[in-house]
């Protein structure tokens, strides 16, 4: 609309747009801090393994029985050591909840839902329900962190210590809530080996200077060896070069000794006297044809 003279034109303004971020996705995996947390550097921690079977109703879907069991294992447990949820550090422990068996845990660390236990077909414990239940066979599984120098004994003790836990809370039920109806701790279906130890830690400043020690002895016996060697192999040559120079020099020697003229009395200076060379061929004989003739010689012409 156009205004009227004496009307003032109103300002038009944009109707303002609000951008919502899209929200970020969620993490697969939980993590917990127990006492003064992750450590920087390398880490030592074991990889706690155990089997169990969980029982949920028909109406909840197996995948999220098991989520729920995992968020109630994980709670349990992080209670037990101490240990606060790494998203949420507002609550504050009680001493008397901890247990001091875990005073080397640093952190946790899982997945939001275990796995299915592929060894097996089915559910292999039989138990009476009063309700019809579906049964999955799980593998637990979590991530236990240890303080740096904690030995393998030490961490292999946490590890038995949680399952225990675990194994003890199932056979009391204290994991059955909502959709769970029951579970039931299995462990290791066979014989395997202890649960994955890994301690990680930092050569000592010393130990590195003696090894780096070590390494540049090592490196100066590689190239005393290497010098040694070409030396003498220069020697060598050297020698060969010698001998094949003195071989040649022979060689010009003798070859120039047979290229030398002999000696010819027709190449002396020609003194004529009386027709003859007095110091060439004829002369020569003919002072040798007037040499008095020896006694013997007498006699063997006789």
């Known amino acids: 609309k156009e205004p009227t003279k004496g009307e003032t034109a109103q300002p038009f303004s944009l109707p303002e747009i609000v951008v919502t971020p899209p929200p970020a996705p969620e993490s697969r995996f939980i993590s917990y801090t127990c006492g003064n947390g992750f450590e920087a550097g390398p880490q030592t921690f074991i990889d706690v393994a155990f089997g169990y079977e969980l029982h949920n109703d028909f109406d909840t879907a197996a995948s999220d029985a098991l989520k729920e069991a995992k968020i109630l294992m994980l709670e349990d447990i992080a209670l037990r050591i101490g240990c606060d949820e790494s998203s949420n550090r ?18 946790i660390t899982s997945s939001k839902v275990d796995g299915l236990d592929l060894s097996v077909s089915g559910c292999t414990e039989e138990v009476q329900l ?8 799980a593998t637990g599984r979590f991530t236990v962190f240890a303080k740096s120098g904690t030995d393998q004994k030490t961490l292999q003790d946490i590890s038995d210590r949680i399952k ?10 204290e994991y059955v809530t909502g959709p769970i109806v029951k579970t039931i701790y299995i462990g290791d279906r066979v014989e395997t080996a202890p649960d994955s ?16 020690l070590y390494g ?21 040559r050297a020698r060969k070069q010698l001998q094949r120079d003195d071989e040649e020099l022979a ?19 020609q003194h004529i006297n009386g027709g003859q060379n007095r110091y060439g061929r004829d002369s020569y004989m003919h002072s040798h044809s007037q040499r008095p003739i020896g006694r013997s010689a007498r006699g063997r012409i006789q």
């Open 90 to 107: 507002s609550r504050n422990m009680q001493q008397s909840e901890v247990d001091n068996s875990f005073s080397n845990v640093i952190g």
């Open 130 to 137: 009063e309700t019809p239940t579906t049964c999955t066979p």
């Open 164 to 173: 225990s836990i675990i194994e003890k809370s199932m056979s009391f039920g």
């Open 197 to 212: 130890i890994y301690i990680q830690s930092e050569p000592e400043p010393s130990k590195r200077i003696q090894y780096a």
């Open 216 to 236: 540049l002895i090592a490196a100066c016996l590689v190239l005393l060896c290497l010098l040694c060697v070409t030396l003498r192999s220069s020697r060598r």
């Open 251 to 269: 060689l010009d020697e003798y070859m120039e000794s047979r290229n030398r003229p002999s000696f010819d009395f027709d190449d002396e200076p």
